[in-house]
Nanobody, 123 residues
């Protein structure tokens, strides 16, 4: 069982930055691929970024070049650095873990989810 707790959300002006953190419980964190998703009001939850056990990453086109996913296995934590934020980035951001070391972009491929953290970007 893995428990995930996100933090770092908030209100920021367009063009600003935020860093989200996701703290994971469990001794096998390093074996899990991790992902970030987001869900805006009235929209489906969408894939943002994923990172595998060795640090390889994959991004959605909408955030590539602006967002960076990283992990610190010693701290059981995954991060999402978000730069050049836009109003359309406003959403609840979710951290997810899957019982596999391989990157995935589909919501159903993830086994554990955090409670989400709100990110609001004002224009």
């Amino acid at each position: 069982q893995v428990q995930l707790v996100e933090s770092g959300g908030g209100l920021v002006q367009a063009g600003g930055s935020l860093r989200l953190s996701c703290a994971a419980s469990g001794r096998t964190f390093s074996r899990y691929a991790m992902g970030w998703f987001r869900q805006a009001p009235g929209k489906e939850r969408e894939f943002i970024a994923s990172i595998n056990w060795s640090g390889s990453t994959y991004y959605a086109v909408s955030v590539k070049g602006r967002f960076t996913i990283s992990r610190d296995n010693a701290k059981n934590t995954v991060y999402l650095q978000m730069n050049s934020l836009k109003p359309e980035d406003t959403a609840v951001y979710y951290c997810a873990a899957r019982g596999s070391s391989y990157i995935a972009t589909v919501r159903g491929d993830y086994d554990y989810w955090g409670q989400g953290t709100q990110v609001t970007v004002s224009s």
